[in-house]
């Protein structure tokens, strides 16, 4: 596609309820990056997929997320038992890292998916 | 992964040159240094970047010293649309791509 793409863009579950939020990268990106972020914060790092490499999971902040890449392009991230702390906008990002992680490429975000949890 | 410090807010007027320090004291031999921008309810977009000396591009330029452990993105003559947070990122093959966001600069543009 022409961009990142992000589902659903808003959603609503219950305390306690799994939830996948979904991100579609920009085609031939290898790396993928999901984010969170706090109404009024700044991103806080999630999980760093990077080609056929373990991904980086160091962001995580608990054993109630996680994500996967499948055939190196769309991810899922998933939250289990979700609490009220999750509500946040959860960003994706993609970008055409080569292989040995130079950053001397930009990453193109989506546009999030706002999650609530109530 | 070197370590961004940048203000946490600036104000400035319409028309005017804005400039956005950021140190990075630590900065690794490989490292690039990057800078976004966040408009509020939308994710961050890439504005520049640059390796040593200035850069310059339709939107911005960037100044880096010598000892690369600062630099300055200048946003020439701005407008009330440019009011968004700005973030200063340091990166390379040290960290094998990944993108550490730190809190940001929020500027705010008045009329």
């Known amino acids: 596609g022409a961009g990142v793409s992000q589902s659903p863009s808003n959603k609503v579950t219950e305390k306690g309820k799994d939830v996948e939020l979904r991100c579609d990268p920009i085609s031939g990106h290898t790396a993928l990056y999901w984010y969170r972020q706090s109404l009024g914060q700044g991103l806080e790092f999630l999980i760093y997929f990077q080609g056929n490499s373990a991904p980086d999971k160091s962001g995580l902040p608990s054993d109630r997320f996680s994500a996967e890449r499948t055939g190196g392009s769309v991810s899922t991230l998933t939250i289990q038992r979700t609490q009220q702390e999750d509500s946040a906008v959860y960003l994706c990002?993609?970008?055409?890292?080569?292989?040995?992680?130079?950053?001397?490429?930009?990453?193109?975000f989506g546009q999030g998916t706002r999650l609530t949890v109530v | 992964l070197a370590k961004t410090t940048q203000p946490i807010s600036m104000d400035s007027y319409e028309g005017q040159e804005v400039n956005i320090t950021c140190s990075h004291n630590n900065i690794a031999t490989n490292d690039y240094i990057t800078w976004y921008q966040q408009f509020p309810s939308q994710g961050p977009r890439f504005i520049i970047q640059g390796y040593k000396t200035k850069v310059t591009n339709e939107v911005a330029s960037l100044f880096i010293p010598a000892d690369r452990k600062s630099s300055t993105l200048s946003l020439p003559r701005v407008s009330l649309s440019d009011t968004a947070v700005y973030y200063c990122?340091?990166?390379?093959?040290?960290?094998?791509?990944?993108?550490?966001f730190g809190q940001g600069t929020t500027l705010q543009v008045k009329p």
């Open positions: 990002a993609s970008s055409l890292n080569p292989t040995g992680g130079r950053v001397d490429t930009e990453a193109f």
């Open positions: 990122l340091v990166g390379g093959s040290s960290n094998t791509g990944k993108l550490i």
